[in-house]
């Protein structure tokens, strides 16, 4: 049905002649009810498709391992809209706008995304997951097939990223306890979470090298 309802649209962009102007972007927002949605390990509650496509503004390149986190959509679609963001407006997403173009493009160094009091860190090799478990993802993207359990590593370089991730993750403000809507929220969600016999514990609370 999303199938559907996507052609649809897309045939009234070119019903309108403008196809050649048009940028269409499908993603999920989680992962899927009964397989990932919720879960704390590795990445499946969170990684999700992401598919775009513009015959006249954006080149194609197929798949990709590129680092693209929801805070890099608003300044991607105000670079290709040509738009300029308010002064002052703070962003904390980087535009992939040059490598839809494909235009030179570093990529994203990290990503990161929380889930009440679980926090992930993921960049091309390394992996935190929700629940404090760390992986050598090498050059797998399976998810979970592939990926290497280095939790309780204590090799130079295992030791090496996770000391970089917990820098990275000193510099992104954790959910505020003390704000009367979040604070409840995060109460019940670690409640829910106990209960299903998956605490919620944020890296910072575990114990390991730091």
């Given at each position: 049905y999303v199938d559907f309802l996507?052609?649809?649209?897309?045939?009234?962009v070119v019903a309108e002649g403008l196809e050649e102007k048009t940028i269409l972007?499908?993603?999920?927002?989680?992962?899927?009810?009964?397989y990932g949605k919720g879960r704390l390990t590795s990445e499946v509650a969170l990684r999700t498709p992401f598919i775009v496509y513009g015959p006249g503004c954006v080149k194609p390149l197929g798949p990709c391992n590129a680092l693209v986190d929801f805070a890099d959509f608003l300044p991607t679609?105000?670079?290709?809209?040509?738009?300029?963001?308010?002064?002052?407006?703070v962003l904390d997403g980087r535009s992939f706008a040059p490598f839809l173009r494909g235009q030179p493009f570093s990529g994203r160094e990290w990503i990161h995304s929380f889930l009440g009091t679980a926090r992930w860190l993921r960049d091309q090799r390394w992996l935190l997951d929700g629940a404090g478990n760390f992986y050598d993802c090498g050059n797998s993207r399976?998810?979970?097939?592939?990926?290497?359990?280095?939790?309780?590593?204590?090799?130079?370089?295992?030791?090496?990223?996770?000391s970089r991730f917990d820098s990275?993750?000193?510099t992104i403000p954790a959910p505020d306890r003390d704000d009367p809507v979040i604070g409840p929220a995060l109460l019940r969600f670690e409640q829910k979470t106990k209960g299903a016999g998956k605490a919620?514990?944020?890296p910072a609370a575990k114990s390991r090298p730091s």
């Open positions: 996507i052609e649809q649209d897309w045939a009234r972007m499908v993603a999920g927002d989680n992962g899927t009810a009964g679609l105000t670079e290709l809209a040509g738009a300029q963001v308010p002064e002052g407006y399976g998810e979970t097939a592939g990926y290497r359990d280095v939790t309780t590593s204590t090799a130079p370089e295992v030791l090496a990223a996770r990275i993750l000193r919620a514990t944020t």
